[in-house]
């Protein structure tokens, strides 16, 4: 079995936030070389509660690069793969209908191998390098 | 004219994308977010359906178990783990959704 970072993240809140920061010091070091920078899209509140499910844990808006990445993290438990990615889309202009921004989501049991996926994953993204079927490449590549 | 609330309920993944909106000067109401999950259900065929079984019912339960409204932006994702991309999500663009309708008529009296 893989070993997997802040396994438990679901059951201990403090692990969690050790787990939502560790998302953002990757994308950090990701936007390094090209000085961009990211800020938080999704509400992370129900109601006047936080949420801790992992749905997502992490969502990023670049807007040097006009692109958004949501992490959803899960349960090591849960069946599946380590990792899974897509491309969707988000309206981020609450006052537009109009504008719809391109969201890179990943879907992830946060193992160290997964983790360096989606770090590859997450450079391609910022590059405007990757669409489905360059994901799919990637994905099955590190699958063999 | 743009309305104060509107979301999507979407299903996709796998070559599909239908979808349930709502645009509306008031929020939505948990039922109304359940009858829209509903339809959505209602115009998948078969086979639709059968890949998305799970994400339907983890959305309808994140429905009904949500607790005081939420507010934009919100996007939530139920995934067939077994696939790739075969999901439901769910996403509060502007506004409010998914309050008791009781909530909503009390705001309304105590705001106007």
């Known amino acids: 079995m893989a070993n997997y970072l802040y396994a438990n993240f679901l059951e201990n809140k403090k692990v969690y936030n050790l787990a939502k920061?560790?998302?953002g010091r990757l994308l950090n070091s990701v936007l390094e070389e090209q000085g961009y920078s990211h800020t938080p899209y999704i509400n992370q509140l129900q109601g006047a509660k936080k949420e801790y499910d992992g749905n997502p844990?992490?969502?990023a808006y670049i807007p040097e690069a006009s692109r958004a990445i949501r992490v959803i993290q899960v349960d090591p438990k849960e069946e599946g793969d380590d990792l899974?990615?897509?491309i969707?889309?988000?309206e981020l202009n609450q006052t537009s209908e109009q504008r719809e921004t391109e969201e890179l989501v990943?879907?992830?049991k946060l193992s160290k191998?997964?983790?360096n996926i989606a770090e590859e994953l997450m450079k391609k993204w910022i590059k405007k390098q990757l669409n489905d079927s360059i994901i799919d490449e990637v994905l099955a590549q590190h699958s063999k | 004219m743009t309305k104060k609330h509107r979301g999507r309920i979407q299903a996709q993944g796998d070559g599909l994308e239908k979808s349930e909106s709502w645009s509306q000067d008031n929020p939505l109401t948990k039922e109304e977010g359940l009858s829209l999950l509903e339809q959505l259900w209602s115009s998948l065929t078969k086979k639709e359906k059968e890949v998305r079984r799970k994400p339907y019912k983890d959305a309808k339960r994140y429905i009904e178990n949500i607790d005081g409204g939420i507010d934009a932006i919100k996007k939530k994702t139920f995934r067939n783990r077994k696939t790739r991309s075969?999901?439901?999500d769910i996403e509060v663009l502007a506004g409010s959704a998914f309050l008791l309708f009781v909530g909503i008529l009390l705001c309304f009296l105590?705001?106007?």
């Open chain 1, 21 to 23: 920061a560790y998302w």
């Open chain 1, 57 to 59: 844990i992490f969502s």
């Open chain 2, 110 to 112: 105590l705001f106007n």
């Open chain 1, 88 to 90: 969707d889309k988000i």
């Open chain 2, 86 to 88: 075969v999901r439901i």
């Open chain 1, 84 to 86: 899974s990615a897509w």
């Open chain 1, 106 to 108: 990943l879907d992830i």
């Open chain 1, 113 to 115: 191998g997964a983790r």
